[in-house]
């Protein structure tokens, strides 16, 4: 069984910063691109930031572009996602996704496996 176990989400205030943290058991992701994305209440699940399997390519939302930083480390199977200066406007639960292909994509229906979410909520 394949599984993706997102962690690190909470409550911050504004201009704090988290890191999540995904874990992937069940199989090696090191050769596939990685996602994150994020769904606000009553809003669609997007593209948060995304990286190739190599780490050498990376994607990132133009809202979260000098904020936000995707890392992965394939030796343990995980990706982060270190995020800095949040605002309210950041929360959301975030995905972790694992994509098909070995190099980042930012459509949704690329991505073949998910994580249950971790709820971020920054205060003001």
């Known amino acids: 069984q394949v599984l993706l176990v997102e962690s690190g989400g909470g409550l911050v205030q504004a201009g704090g910063s988290l890191r999540l943290s995904c874990a992937a058991s069940?199989?090696?992701?090191?050769?596939?691109?990685m996602g994150w994305f994020r769904q606000a209440p009553g809003k669609e699940r997007d593209i948060v930031a995304a990286?190739?399997?190599?780490?050498?390519?990376?994607y990132y939302a133009d809202s979260v572009r000098g904020r936000f930083t995707i890392t992965r480390d394939n030796a343990k199977n995980t990706v982060y996602l270190q995020m800095n200066s949040l605002n309210p406007e950041d929360t959301a639960v975030y995905y972790c996704?694992?994509?098909?292909?070995?190099?980042?994509?930012?459509?949704?229906?690329?991505?073949?496996?998910w994580g249950q979410g971790t709820q971020v909520t920054v205060s003001s």
């Open positions: 996704a694992a994509s098909a292909g070995s190099e980042y994509s930012i459509s949704r229906s690329l991505y073949a496996y």
């Open positions: 990286i190739s399997w190599s780490g050498l390519g990376t």
């Open positions: 069940g199989r090696t992701f090191s050769g596939n691109a």
